[in-house]
């Protein structure tokens, strides 16, 4: 089961890196070049990696429903913070 759970993780940032790929093809609004992807994809294969080593490692259900919530809203903010630069730090560019 746990293979199979790490497969799907990892197929599902696969599949989100994607989005952006194939949208490249057809506007000129998404402009992504390779350090985009990568670093895209560090950040998304390793919140995947991370809940994955939450699931396999903590036994109380609460404590993992914690962890993974703390991970994915930190996710959710390094995302936000590079997309748009919400905190206008310098990790941006700004």
């Known amino acids: 089961m ?6 799907i993780i990892l197929s599902i940032a696969v599949i989100l890196l994607s989005i952006p ?15 985009d992807f990568t670093i895209m994809g560090i950040i998304l294969f390793g919140t995947g990696l991370l ?6 490692v903590v036994k ?3 404590n993992r429903v914690i962890l993974c919530g ?16 919400i905190f206008g730090s310098p990790f941006t560019g700004s």
């Open 60 to 62: 109380s259900f609460h």
């Open 21 to 35: 790929f194939f949208a490249m093809q057809f506007t000129d609004e998404v402009n992504w070049d390779i350090m």
């Open 51 to 56: 809940c994955e080593l939450v699931l396999r």
């Open 2 to 7: 746990t293979n199979k759970r790490l497969i």
């Open 70 to 85: 703390a991970i994915l809203i930190i996710f959710f903010l390094i995302w936000a913070e590079l997309a748009v630069g």
